[in-house]
């Protein structure tokens, strides 16, 4: 069954530092998503992807936060100055057109000293 | 806004015992329901989910839920726990062609022999 792939699964980075995290959605899906999820709390949207731009935003997602499509296959989340409120799940989310139906990679765990 | 609720932060159950999570929803049109499952170190696997038609619907893993209007709920059930069901379950809303899905805060489902 096809899978939505995350990597780092763990990363540990110091205040301030930039980070890549990276995804490699189902291959035929064209609506990207990343969600969050600090520990103890819901889990929560930050952006969509379509068409190689942003389709919407949450307000968590601010300025220090970009997504890409590098190539035909990754799709990354960069926080470019890392806080330590940054500390969480971030949940990489594919879709296609009409399916309705979000499918989840297994995330990575952003620690943040 | 949509919101989803999950009024039970943790649940213990016996093996073998029934289990029911409930799951309110605030939504202004018609909503898409979801239930996903997150297991240790796991993502986020989809369980069921409820577009329209049978207000009953069947997942994966033995789970059913309800999705009644009147009362705004959508509940989990499941017949008989095994111990591989502990894990936590999120319920979720959407709607058509809106693939950003709003999450409850989360039920953690233990499983006492």
């Known amino acids: 069954e096809p899978e939505v792939t995350q990597t780092p699964s763990h990363q540990v980075t110091q205040m301030g530092q930039e980070v890549i995290l990276r995804c490699v959605p189902i291959s035929n899906h064209l609506y990207f998503y990343w969600y969050r999820q600090i520990l103890g709390q819901k889990v929560e949207f930050l952006v969509s992807?379509?068409?190689?731009?942003?389709?919407?935003k949450s307000e968590i997602f601010d300025d220090q936060f970009s997504v890409e499509r590098p190539d035909g296959s990754n799709f990354t989340l960069k926080i470019r100055s890392t806080k330590l409120e940054d500390s969480a799940m971030y949940f990489c989310?594919?879709?296609?057109?009409?399916?309705?139906?979000?499918?989840f990679g297994a995330g990575s765990r952003l620690t943040v000293l | 806004a949509q919101s989803v609720t999950q009024p039970d932060i943790h649940i213990t159950v016996s093996e073998g015992a029934s289990l029911e999570l409930r799951c309110n929803y605030s939504?202004?049109?018609?909503?898409?329901l979801f239930w996903y499952v997150q297991s240790p170190g796991q993502g986020l696997q989809l369980l069921l989910k409820?577009?329209?038609?049978?207000?009953l619907v069947q997942g994966i893993k033995g789970f059913e839920a309800e999705f009644k209007r009147s009362q705004s709920s959508f509940n989990l059930r499941k017949p008989s726990v095994h111990w591989s069901d502990a894990a936590e379950y999120f319920c979720?809303?959407?709607?058509?062609?809106?693939?950003?899905?709003?999450f409850g805060a989360g039920t953690t489902v233990t499983v006492r022999a």
């Open positions: 409820y577009f329209s038609g049978d207000t």
């Open positions: 989310a594919s879709t296609s057109s009409g399916a309705n139906v979000l499918t």
């Open positions: 979720a809303v959407g709607s058509f062609n809106d693939y950003k899905l709003s």
């Open positions: 939504y202004g049109a018609t909503p898409y």
């Open positions: 992807f379509y068409n190689n731009e942003i389709s919407e």
